[in-house]
T-cell receptor, first 113, second 111 residues
Framework: NAGVMQNPRHLVRRRGQEARLRCSPM?????VYWYRQLPEEGLKFMVY????????ESGMPKERFSAEFPKEGPSILRIQQVVRGDSAAYFC???????????FGQGTRLTVV | GENVEQHPSTLSVQEGDSAVIKCTYS??????FPWYKQELGKRPQLIID?????GEKKDQRIAVTLNKTAKHFSLHITETQPEDSAVYFC??????????FGGGTRLMVKP
């Protein structure tokens, strides 16, 4: 059972481009969480999804950011028209729900130049 | 929604001493409390967790306590070693499966 897989590990985008971050949860996990982390800082919640549904997106900016978790395939965090302030590490975590451990992916480090 | 506060933000101890990190939560419906350790440049990894029907749990040098009435829980590391140096995050999961993290504690163990 592979762990949570995120790709790419590193992503460089120019200002104004789009960034697509992918997260494949562990097998059997239907809950996905996305967090953003700046250097030396904590894990800032962005969005919580279950298969095909956004449960809570209160931490995600309403403009330029979107997330999905389709029936088939990975969860996608999409950032349109990136700006330098979007540079950060983006982690996803998955769990089977309930009082069960959430596992993290290795993160995607986005750099906007 | 849930709010998790974590203290202290930084903690420096001498090797062999104990370290204690404290967290409080706001949602009385939260029922699962994991702790994660994040080493520099790596992903957070679970080190211990506790569920709301238990008051204390221990795993070798690490223990966690939970006070549901006061809505706080703590991580205790005994006989600290340099490899314990990392950032530690507490978290709470509520009835809606929302996973909310505290702000983190940077633990430095001096040899």
């Amino acid at each position: 059972n592979a762990g949570v897989m995120q790709n790419p590990r590193h992503l460089v985008r120019r200002r104004g481009q789009e960034a697509r971050l992918r997260c494949s949860p562990m097998k059997g996990h239907s809950h996905v969480y996305w967090y953003r982390q700046l250097p030396e800082e904590g894990l800032k919640f962005m969005v919580y999804l279950q298969k095909e549904n956004i449960i809570d997106e209160s931490g995600m900016p309403k403009e330029r950011f979107s997330a999905e978790f389709p029936k088939e395939g990975p969860s996608i965090l999409r950032i349109q028209q990136v700006v330098r302030g979007d540079s950060a590490a983006y982690f996803c975590a998955s769990s089977p729900g309930g009082n069960a451990e959430a596992f993290f992916g290795q993160g995607t480090r986005l750099t906007v130049v | 929604g849930e709010n998790v506060e974590q203290h202290p933000s930084t903690l420096s101890v001498q090797e062999g001493d104990s370290a204690v990190i404290k967290c409080t939560y706001s949602d009385s419906a939260s029922n699962y409390f994991p702790w994660y350790k994040q080493e520099l440049g790596k992903r957070p990894q679970l080190i211990i967790d506790i569920r709301s029907n238990v008051g204390e749990k221990k795993d070798q040098r690490i223990a966690v306590t939970l006070n549901k009435t006061a809505k706080h829980f703590s991580l205790h590391i005994t006989e600290t070693q340099p490899e314990d140096s990392a950032v530690y995050f507490c978290a709470a999961v509520n009835a809606g499966n929302m996973l909310t993290f505290g702000g983190g504690t940077r633990l430095m163990v001096k040899p």
